[in-house]
Every structure is written in structure tokens, then in C-alpha cells.
Nanobody
Framework: QVQLVESGGGLVQPGGSLRLSCAAS????????MAWYRQAPGKQRELVAV???????NYADSVKGRFTISRDNAKNTVYLQMDSLKTEDTAVYYC????????????????WGQGTQVTVSS
């Protein structure tokens, strides 16, 4: 069993930056692939970024070059550094965990956080 708690969301102007954190507890964090998803109002939840057990990463085309996912196994935490934010990045951001390999499909992730709101607006 894994518990995930996101933090770091808030209101930021276009072009600004935020760093989201997702703290994990309850199991061996280093054995889990991690992902960040987001859901904007009226839209389906979409994959933002994933990071493997070995810290290889992959990103949605919409955030490539602007967002960076990373993990600190000593702190049981995964991060999402978001730079050059756009209004279309406004959404609730969720982290998710899956034992073993990464997946592009959200129904393959066993554990989810409660989400943190990111609002990009002037």
C-alpha cells in the first residue's frame, strides 16, 4: 500500500514557474514507477510525465521542454518542475504510482494522490 500526498500548487502568472511535490509513504518508494497526470475543467485526465525506477523520463508533447519530472528516493518524493507556464496548463495535478515499469495508461496505476490545483492566470 502506498499513500501519496501532493503539494506545491497555486496561482501563477503566465510565464511563471511552480514546483509540485508528491510525498510517498507506506512502501518501498524506489520500487515504483511514478507519473504526473492533470485534469482541466471539462476535460479528461491526461498524462503529463512519467519517471521510471531508474529515473528515465517521458513527457507529453504539450509540456516537453517546459516541465521536468524527477525523483529523490532518499526522500520518497517525486517532483514536477513547471516552467514557462501557460494558461492551458491550468488543471488539478495528480501523482500516481505503479509497481515496476511505467505505463502510459492511467488505469495501470494503482495509487493516486488527492490532487493539487494549479491555476495560470494574469
Amino acid at each position: 500500500q502506498v499513500q501519496l500526498v501532493e503539494s506545491g500548487g497555486g496561482l501563477v502568472q503566465p510565464g511563471g514557474s511552480l514546483r509540485l511535490s508528491c510525498a510517498a509513504s507506506g512502501s518501498i518508494f524506489s520500487r515504483y514507477a511514478m507519473a504526473w497526470y492533470r485534469q482541466a475543467p471539462g476535460k479528461q485526465r491526461e498524462l503529463v510525465a512519467v519517471i521510471t525506477i531508474g529515473s528515465s523520463t517521458n513527457y507529453a508533447d504539450s509540456v516537453k521542454g517546459r516541465f521536468t519530472i524527477s525523483r529523490d528516493n532518499a526522500k520518497n518524493t517525486v517532483y514536477l518542475q513547471m516552467d514557462s507556464l501557460k494558461t492551458e496548463d491550468t488543471a488539478v495535478y495528480y501523482c500516481a504510482a505503479r509497481a515496476g515499469t511505467i505505463s502510459q495508461q492511467q488505469n495501470h496505476y494503482d495509487y493516486w494522490g488527492q490532487g493539487t490545483q494549479v491555476t495560470v492566470s494574469s
